[in-house]
C-alpha cells in the first residue's frame, strides 16, 4: 500500500503512557514515596517496566523462571545474595539477575537503598514465593 493511504486506519503516534516523552527525573520520583520494599512505577518501554524501590534489610529468597531482572543502584549499596556467592553493587552500578537464578537482595549495613529496576511488566515481585513483602500492585508516579 502506498505512503499515506488509507491513513486513517493508522495508529496514532499518541499512547497512553502519560510519562512517556518527557523527561523524568528518578531522584525525584524516589522522593514522592517512602515505603520500603514497595515498588512504584515510573514508566513503561513495549512490554518492559522501569520501578523504583527503596529498600532496607534483607528480602525473601526467590527467582523468576522466564525473566530477568535488571537492578540500578541509585543510592546506597546493594548486596545482591545468590546461593553461592554475594555481588557488592555500588551507587551507579548495574547488576542482572539471569531467568531461574535464585536471588536476596539486601541492603549493606543499615541504610536504606535506592534502586531502579527494569523487568517485564509480568514478572511477579518475589516470582512463585507468597511473603507478606510480596506487593502485586506498583503505583504509577
Ligand atoms: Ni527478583
Redesign the pocket.
Known amino acids: 500500500m502506498p505512503y499515506g493511504e488509507n491513513a486513517k486506519d493508522s495508529k496514532p503516534l499518541l499512547h497512553n503512557n502519560n510519562s512517556a516523552m518527557k523527561p523524568i527525573n528518578v531522584k525525584e520520583k524516589f522522593s514522592k514515596f517512602s515505603k520500603q520494599w514497595h515498588p512504584h512505577q515510573i514508566a513503561t518501554v513495549d512490554t518492559m517496566q522501569v520501578i523504583l524501590a527503596k529498600i532496607q534489610g534483607e528480602?525473601v529468597w526467590?527467582?523468576?523462571d522466564n525473566e530477568d531482572?535488571l537492578f540500578f543502584v541509585q543510592k546506597g549499596t546493594l548486596e545482591m545474595h545468590f546461593r553461592d556467592r554475594v555481588e557488592i553493587v555500588k551507587e551507579g552500578e548495574i547488576i542482572v539477575?539471569p531467568k531461574g537464578v535464585e536471588?536476596c537482595?539486601k541492603s549493606q549495613g543499615d541504610e536504606e537503598v535506592h534502586v531502579l529496576l527494569f523487568?517485564q511488566l509480568k514478572?511477579k515481585?518475589?516470582?512463585d514465593v507468597q511473603h507478606e513483602k510480596t506487593q502485586t500492585e506498583y503505583p504509577k508516579i
Open positions: 528480602f526467590h527467582s523468576h531482572e539477575v536471588h537482595p523487568e514478572t515481585h518475589t516470582g
